[in-house]
């Protein structure tokens, strides 16, 4: 059963009177200094933004500053923290605002939000963290401690969690009396205190309310995340080689893997280009190779062509002794393993002695 909703709010607005970390944009809680820190904070740790957020804002100490800049000059401010899409999107940002707001950052959530690079998230926390307006904020850390309280049944990082996560964050918002306090508060939680493994209860003010507290399953909410069904199959490869001791290889001209070179297979989905057709064939094992969520069992095929092949855009004859520099995927340098093993690869003797 959902906790009730006003002394719960007021408890998170206490506690992070009480316990807030001093961050150079809590000072003034001027709304560039936060829109900056949200941008910075995303997939980054408070203690590297701390280092990156008052060089980069004496660099570009206000919205316009940050619009007139060169995009080269705020990448290399940024140098360092990562992710330089954010860098460009917030300028873009910045001069989004200065041409369709005169320079000044609007205060609701729909306005935030069309602006250039602002989404759901930020537009929520510029909007109460700077202005103090009922937004309601969901990241990561508030989508786990949201789960935890209400007892959400839904794996982490799932549309079904953040959905339940937005709905209930709406709802505690509108029942706080400061959304700056209620929703920092609650995202400060989230990062120090409800921590992902083992979070800390003991000095949580919140397990009177929590029903993951209550129920002894602060372990087990948020559930873990859904792996992804790997597919198992079985796929001929072909070990062929003419009279000089050359391998016959496959070019690859796909997107994923222009350059390599494959040993030809048999029927397959998975392998692009047309199958090889053989005409006689001898199996020298098995092995086994995984390819993301593909759990596949490659048989590796001694063969002799049904129709010749020639040296083309698809294929390709290579030396033996040349075999281990020509670019190639992993399963490939099994396979060639495998074939020595046979006494079955040609030897770069054989091979060099031909004219
Ligand atoms: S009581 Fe424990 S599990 Fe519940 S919100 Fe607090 S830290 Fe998280």
Request: with cysteine; proline share 7%.
């Amino acid at each position: 059963m959902p906790p009730r909703l006003r002394p719960l709010v007021r408890t998170i607005e206490k506690w992070f009177d009480r316990h807030q970390r001093p961050l150079p944009w809590r000072e003034t809680y001027e709304p560039y200094f936060v829109w900056v820190s949200e941008v910075m904070a995303q997939q980054t740790r408070i203690d590297v933004v701390l280092r990156y957020f008052e060089p980069f804002v004496a660099a570009f100490p206000d919205l316009r500053a940050l619009a007139s800049a060169s995009s080269d000059d705020v990448t290399a401010r940024w140098s360092g923290l990562g992710y330089y899409r954010r860098a460009r999107m917030l300028r873009e940002g910045a001069a989004d605002v200065a041409a369709r707001f005169g320079g000044v950052i609007p205060s609701t959530v729909e306005e935030l939000q069309s602006i250039a690079g602002i989404g759901r998230y930020t537009a929520g926390a510029i909007a109460s963290i700077a202005f103090d307006r009922h937004a309601p904020v969901v990241d990561g850390n508030v989508a786990r401690i949201l789960a935890r309280l209400d007892g959400i049944e839904q794996p982490t990082g799932s549309p079904a969690l953040m959905r339940a996560a937005w709905i209930r964050a709406e709802e505690l918002v509108r029942a706080c009396d400061s959304p700056r306090k209620f929703n920092q508060g609650l995202m400060e939680l989230g990062a120090l205190i409800c921590k992902p493994a083992n979070p800390s209860c003991e000095v949580c003010p919140l397990t009177k309310d929590c029903a993951a507290f209550q129920q002894s399953r602060t372990a087990e909410l948020p559930l873990p995340k859904a792996r992804a069904r790997s597919h198992e199959m079985r796929l001929p490869l072909y070990l062929i080689t003419d009279s000089d001791g050359r391998i016959l290889m496959r070019r690859e001209s796909g997107k994923l893997m222009t350059g390599l070179f494959h040993l030809p297979h048999g029927d397959s989905a998975l392998l692009p280009g047309v199958p090889l057709r053989v005409e006689r064939r001898e199996s020298l094992g098995t092995f086994r190779h995984t390819v993301t969520t593909r759990r596949i069992e490659f048989e590796l095929f001694a063969a002799t062509l049904a129709d010749a092949v020639a040296d083309d855009e698809s294929y390709a004859w290579i030396d033996a002794e040349r075999i281990d520099r020509v670019p190639h995927p992993s399963y490939v340098e099994k396979a060639l393993r495998m074939a020595r093993r046979h006494g079955r690869a040609p030897t770069a003797s054989k091979s060099a002695s031909r004219k």
